[in-house]
């Protein structure tokens, strides 16, 4: 896309929203406060809230697929420059927020016994979180929904390899046809993840279980670049249906509807303009907001639990003040960190300065 879509801006912003309150949720102890005045909202966060997930993996993968179906029909299309970016460019934020959360963490922890706070670091959690392996080597996260970051770079990877392969088949084909092939080979992918991997709970822990919200991202602008006969959301939501028949799963029929909203022109022509700034702008920084949050809901926390620890109206107060300071201390992170050009120098920067964090936490406690 040329122009920035206000559809996608909107829900990114939702889903933002969304994804702090259900963190809230699981993991303050302002939310069991909370919900003796607001049950079923506070269930809702809790349990629906994660869909959001869904939203992010379903609007990734459409904007990658825009921008490289234009560079398909091109003599190259190169994997290691865009493996390189799509790291420093998920990495870089990832440190920074990782070595605030862990200082955090040890502050409050001696503040904050009801919270099952993560330990102190080992050598072994470092590392897998610089190469964005902990799931897949079963080390336990140092923060709240970090397992995203090292998803959505597996997903990214998986959807590369097939672009990459369908490229060269042509290159030595000598055909023009490439968009289609891809096309193919997305949706093939994407539907032995709907009808297979995201039905194995075991496998929850690497991208073919999420493959089928990107996949379906990824066909949504793939089909429509290369010409289909059959419409785009005839063939998501038939798709969809087919999958639910199989096995109905709420996450599914989130990124069921959210694909089926970037089949629908008139939502992705929605004019970001017209929408408040303030969500144009939380689109833009949402994952910033993300990577943070965290470490912020436990300071809000522990200042709540030790003042005010059965006041209704504070810990609803708190989890209010969680979220404002959450999206300011998301914008502060994009500003200073995630902004900036992503080079391996600032990579090396930040990942210094996260073992630095992680190795003074583990000296000192």
């Not at 605030?100 to 102190?120: M, N």
């Not at 297979?196 to 996949?215: C, E, K, S, T, V």
Request: glycine share 6%; proline share 5%.
């Amino acid at each position: 896309m040329s122009e920035r879509s206000g559809g996608i801006d909107l829900l990114k912003a939702l889903a933002c929203v969304l994804m702090v309150g259900h963190h809230l949720a699981n993991y303050s102890p302002m939310a069991d406060v909370s919900a003796a005045w607001m049950p079923q909202f506070i269930a809702f966060l809790y349990n629906d809230g994660r869909m959001a997930v869904q939203i992010f993996l379903v609007a990734a993968g459409y904007l990658t697929a825009c921008a490289w179906l234009p560079l398909l029909a091109q003599s190259k299309f190169s994997i290691w420059p865009k493996v390189r970016a799509r790291y420093l460019r998920l990495s870089i934020p990832l440190f920074a927020a990782l070595a605030c959360t862990v200082l955090i963490t040890a502050w409050v922890r001696p503040y904050f016994e009801p919270l099952d706070l993560s330990d102190p670091p080992e050598f072994s959690q470092v590392l897998a979180h610089l190469f964005l392996l902990q799931d897949l080597t079963w080390i336990p996260a140092l923060s709240a929904g970090i397992w995203y970051v090292a998803i959505d770079f597996q997903l990214f990877l998986m959807a590369l390899a097939s672009a990459v392969a369908a490229h060269w088949w042509h290159i030595q084909r000598g055909s023009r046809d490439v968009v289609r092939t891809v096309t193919w080979v997305w949706l093939g992918l994407t539907c032995v993840s709907l009808f297979y991997w995201n039905r194995q709970p075991l496998h929850d822990n690497w991208g073919g279980y999420f493959f089928n919200a990107y996949g379906l991202g990824l066909c949504v602008a793939s089909c429509k670049r290369a010409g289909l006969k059959l419409p785009v959301w005839a063939l998501v939501l038939g798709l969809g249906l087919l999958a639910w028949s199989l096995e109905p799963r709420e996450r599914l029929g989130v990124a069921v509807a959210t694909a089926l909203l970037l089949s629908w022109p008139a939502f992705l022509k929605f004019d970001a303009v017209s929408l408040p700034k303030w969500v144009t702008w939380l689109s833009k920084i949402s994952y910033s907001v993300f990577l943070i949050h965290y470490g912020v809901s436990l300071i809000v926390s522990a200042v709540v639990f030790n003042f005010w620890p059965e006041q209704m109206e504070a810990n609803l107060a708190g989890m209010l003040v969680s979220l404002g300071l959450s999206i300011a201390a998301g914008a502060l992170l994009f500003d200073q960190v995630e902004k900036p050009s992503a080079t391996p120098r600032r990579a090396l920067q930040w990942a210094v300065t996260f073992v630095a964090a992680c190795t003074a936490v583990k000296l000192l406690s």
